[in-house]
């Protein structure tokens, strides 16, 4: 049960990991176009 609970909220922060990893990137790009 216990297994099942961790496995169920890794995919969540690895989701939100990607998000911030975008995000970042985008942000990057946008501040070297906008210089």
Sequence with gaps: MKN???K????KKIG????LI???ILG???GK???
Excluded: D, M, N, Q
Excluded at 8 to 11: C, E, G, M, V
Excluded at 16 to 19: E, G, K, N, P, R
């Design 16 to 19: 939100w990991f990607i998000i």
């Design 22 to 24: 975008i995000v970042g």
């Design 4 to 6: 099942e609970g961790s």
């Design 8 to 11: 169920k909220s890794l995919p």
């Design 33 to 35: 176009l906008h210089e």
């Design 28 to 30: 990057g790009v946008g």
